[in-house]
């Protein structure tokens, strides 16, 4: 099980942390990601990070983003800064196929809003 949790309301040009807490095992040995979906548009990536701790950003978050992993307390984070109004969406952690980078199995979302 993937609990989400940290998304809110805040001000542009503020930041947010959002924790990912995995039940077991599942984020040390998996790939994890947090994903986004804003209102009418699909689902995209955000920031995936290996079990290496490799990383992969969108561009758009591309230096104001930061994906994190604490494997001995099994959570994935992910440091929001300078965030903008078109952040604004429901953000998912998930396990993630590294060949596709896509999510495989999902937590539930938590929304973050970021006022003009």
């Known amino acids: 099980q993937l609990q989400a949790s940290g998304g809110g309301l805040v001000q542009a040009g503020g930041s947010l942390r959002l924790s990912c807490a995995a039940s077991?095992?599942?984020?040390?040995?998996?790939?994890m990601g947090w994903y986004r979906q804003a209102p009418g548009k699909q689902r995209e990536m955000v920031a995936v990070?290996?079990?290496?701790?490799?990383?992969n950003y969108l561009d758009s978050v591309k230096g104001r983003f930061i994906i994190s992993r604490d494997n001995a307390k099994n959570t994935v984070n992910l440091q929001m800064n300078r965030l903008k109004p078109e952040d604004t969406a429901v953000y998912y952690c998930?396990?993630?196929?590294?060949?596709?980078?896509?999510?495989?199995?999902w937590g539930q979302g938590t929304l973050v809003t970021v006022s003009s």
């Open positions: 998930a396990t993630v196929n590294l060949a596709t980078l896509t999510g495989s199995y």
């Open positions: 990070i290996t079990t290496g701790e490799t990383t």
């Open positions: 077991g095992s599942i984020s040390s040995a998996n790939a």
